[in-house]
Structure formats: structure tokens, C-alpha cells
């Protein structure tokens, strides 16, 4: 949610930093509302107050043998006036809830405007592999290998999923058991959290109300705050842990990371050339997530795209990094970094982390602040996201680019001690 204050006191400004995204919008109306609002208030509270020592004085002049009849008259018109203007504030305040829930988060002053199409490469690790012979896909590896199961998946699911079996459910699993090992060193802590989520959790996200019919959502119920989904990702769950609550400074930084699968709707046409596990409504991922003091928040950004690379480089994959304009993070973000790996057969990069700083924007929708020592006053934490790592494109890079021109593949040498071996063969 964006501050209020902030746009009272510069919406231009706001207006222009929202255009860098390609969303335009007009504040004149809300802040109209927005100052009837604050009239509305001054004098319900000063008729308030009014009635509270009017009434004090009643029973005292009662008491005296004063006719009291013409102020009990005029406090019950002050209690009309009272109730009709707490109406009014009310319905002004739904309208301003109304104006500024939808909108995205303000982009970082260094974040390119317009869309993907301006997204920025700023660093580059390894390089793409060459072959001496015809290299296969990912699909085609696979099913070669005996690693996945397309049409047994969809049978079970229907399309958009699929099944791990034998070497390869073993290379999903120690993928996530590499990563969960390397985020236990770094000293971020271990979090399952339930995968059905309320409503408020998708709020404070920011995927709610105006992403809602991306996720799967169960029976629907017509009070919000009953409302249940199937989480698209553990960013959801861990930015809720400290909803509603007040940390203090030495608790900050906090870091965690889950795993959890994701589900998706991924609405929308699938291209040609995404197929096998490129898309899907289901996938394994280990979410990192951070609260920091404001600022602390760009260091942990760096940290976050730091760790996302180096899991990556320890598979020894090739991969790039991108800075996203702004029309390309999501709308609870303010900077994103994707970093994307290469899948030699669609001769282009996919995003396998996206690490993002969403500044204040999610802890004003989650109620979520600290206390600096020595202060009385609260203050909004930032919150910070990284995938580390979805595995759903991993397996297609590693098998495509470590892939042998017997047809084998090579398996990364952090996973072979869960793997069981070094190269994976066909079965003959």
C-alpha cells in the first residue's frame, strides 16, 4: 500500500514514478476525498467533545433544578450529526481503500521506466556451452533418461503437470536438500509454513484484491476474511509471520527461507517452445525472504542476488543477471534482479530467482513495524524476497547443458552425493 502522506504532499511526483511503470493515474479526485475526509473528522471530534461535556454537565444541572429538556434535545441532534458524518467518513474512507489497494508499488529511483523491453543485463557468468554434435532438448533428454513422466503427469493433473521418477526425482530432491544445506550455512532460518493461506495473507502480499483470480482458491465465502488459497509461492507465507506486530530493532534482520511447491493458474497461452517444465501449474521452490530496518534493505538485496547467483554457480551452470525496468517487477516490488539461466535449445534465458526489494510496501498492508531503541515512535520495516532456487527450469538447463554426446548427462558435483552417481545413462 502506498503512503498516504506521501501523496498528499507530492503527487506529482508519485504520478511520475507510477508512469515508469505505464500506469497513469489522476489523484485529484481521491485527495478531494481525502480532505473531506479530514474535515469530517475535525468536526465529528470537536461535536464529540461537545456532547461528552455537555453530558457531564447535565446530571450537575439536573441536580440544581435547571430545565435540562432543551440540551437533551440538542445532544440527541448532535448524536444524529455524529452518527450521519461517522457514515460519511466511513464511506470516504472505502473509497480512498478502493483508490490506492489496487495500485503497485513506487519504483526505485534507479529503476529503468517502460517495460521488459528495457530491462538491463549487468552481468554475465560462464558461457553458453558449445556442442560438437546435435544436442537434444530438455523433453526429449528426459524422457530418454527415464526422468520425468509427461503424460502419466497429465493423466493424474491434467495439463501443466508432470511426474518426477527414479534419477530424476532423486536430482529435484537434491536440488532442494543443495539449497536448503547452503541457506543453513548462511544462518537463515528453516520455515514450512501451511500451504492454504487466508485471504489476508494474499492482501498483505500484495496479490490481493486485484490479482485474486491468478491463484487456486477454494469454496469460495462471501466474508474475505474466510477465504482460503493454495499459496503461488512461500513469499506469501513468510511475509505474514509478523503481520500485525511490533519488532524491535535488535530483532532486525530477520532471515528465513521455506520450501513449499507452487501452484499457479498461469492463465494465458503457453508459446511453442515452453514446453516440458519451462510452465506449470505446480513446481518445487526454497523462497528466501528478509526484514530489515529501511536502511539496511539495499544490502540485503545485494545479499539476497549474491546468494541466488552463487546456488547457481555451484551447479556450473551458465546464467545472466537482469535488472528489470519497472513495468516488468511485480507490483508488490520496487527493484527486481532476475537472475536466468540458459536453456540451450530455446537459445534464450529463463528466470530462475527473482530477488526483490518491496521497501514498505508490503509491511503498510501487513500492519508490520519495529521500534528503534530509545524511541516511542514506530517505524515500517522493509521486506525482501528471493527465489533460492525454483527448481522447475534447473533440471532442463542441467540436463541440456551438461548433456553428452552419448546421450548422458552430467549431474553437478553438489548433488552427486545425493544422486548416488556422477552421470546419469540411458537405459538400454
Not at 24 to 39: A, G, H, P, Q, Y
Not at 381 to 403: D, F, K, W, Y
Request: net charge negative.
Amino acid at each position: 500500500m502506498l503512503d498516504i502522506n506521501y501523496i498528499r504532499e507530492k503527487p506529482d511526483e508519485v504520478r511520475d514514478a507510477l508512469l515508469k511503470r505505464m500506469v497513469d493515474v489522476d489523484f485529484t479526485e481521491m485527495l478531494s476525498w481525502d480532505k473531506k475526509r479530514r474535515e469530517l473528522l475535525v468536526e465529528t471530534e470537536n461535536l464529540k467533545a461537545k456532547r461528552n461535556k455537555v453530558s457531564a454537565d447535565i446530571p450537575r444541572l439536573k441536580k440544581s433544578g435547571q430545565d435540562v429538556n432543551p440540551l437533551l434535545e440538542e445532544m440527541k441532534q448532535i448524536a444524529d450529526l455524529i452518527k450521519d458524518q461517522d457514515t460519511q467518513i466511513a464511506e470516504y474512507e472505502k473509497k480512498i481503500y478502493d483508490f490506492l489497494v489496487v495500485l503497485p508499488n513506487i519504483p526505485a529511483k534507479d529503476v529503468k521506466a517502460g517495460g521488459k523491453e528495457n530491462n538491463e543485463v549487468v552481468r554475465v557468468w560462464g558461457e553458453k556451452p558449445g556442442f560438437s554434435f546435435e544436442p537434444k532438448n530438455h523433453v526429449d533428454l528426459v524422457r530418454d533418461l527415464d526422468l520425468i513422466d509427461y503424460e502419466r503427469g497429465v493423466k493424474m493433473g491434467g495439463n501443466g503437470f508432470w511426474l518426477y521418477k527414479g534419477k530424476g526425482a532423486l536430482i529435484e530432491w537434491a536440488l532442494l536438500n543443495y539449497f536448503i544445506e547452503e541457506h543453513l550455512k548462511d544462518g537463515y532460518e528453516f520455515i514450512l509454513p501451511p500451504h492454504i493461506l487466508t485471504w489476508q495473507c494474499g492482501y498483505t502480499a500484495g496479490q490481493f484484491p486485484k490479482f485474486e483470480d491468478d491463484v487456486f482458491s477454494l469454496e469460495k465465502e462471501e466474508d474475505a476474511a474466510n477465504r482460503q488459497f493454495i499459496l503461488p509461492t512461500a513469499e506469501t507465507a513468510l511475509c505474514n509471520y509478523y503481520r500485525d506486530e511490533i519488532l524491535r530493532e535488535d530483532e532486525l534482520p530477520r532471515k528465513f527461507f521455506a520450501y513449499t511447491p507452487c501452484y499457479r493458474k498461469e492463465a494465458g497461452s503457453y508459446r511453442a517452445n515452453e514446453r516440458g517444465m519451462i510452465r506449470g501449474h505446480q513446481f518445487n521452490k526454497v523462497e528466501m525472504f528478509q526484514y530489515t530496518k529501511p536502511e539496511d534493505s539495499e544490502d540485503a538485496l545485494s545479499e539476497l542476488v549474491e546468494k541466488a547467483e552463487r546456488l547457481v554457480q555451484g551447479l556450473g551452470l551458465h546464467y545472466r543477471v537482469s535488472k528489470l525496468a519497472a513495468g516488468d517487477c511485480s507490483a508488490s516490488m520496487g527493484k527486481t534482479y532476475d537472475i536466468e539461466i540458459w536453456i540451450p535449445s530455446m537459445n534464450e534465458y529463463k528466470e530462475v530467482s527473482s530477488a526483490s526489494n518491496g521497501y514498505d510496501f508490503q509491511a503498510r498492508r501487513g500492519n508490520i513495524r519495529f521500534k528503534r531503541e530509545g524511541s516511542r515512535k514506530t517505524e515500517f520495516v522493509h521486506t525482501l524476497n528471493a527465489s533460492g532456487l525454483a527448481t522447475s527450469r534447473l533440471l532442463p538447463a542441467i540436463v541440456e547443458q551438461l548433456q553428452q554426446e552419448d546421450g548422458s548427462v552430467l549431474v553437478p558435483e553438489v548433488l552427486q552425493k545425493w544422486v548416488g552417481v556422477e552421470k546419469i545413462k540411458a537405459n538400454k
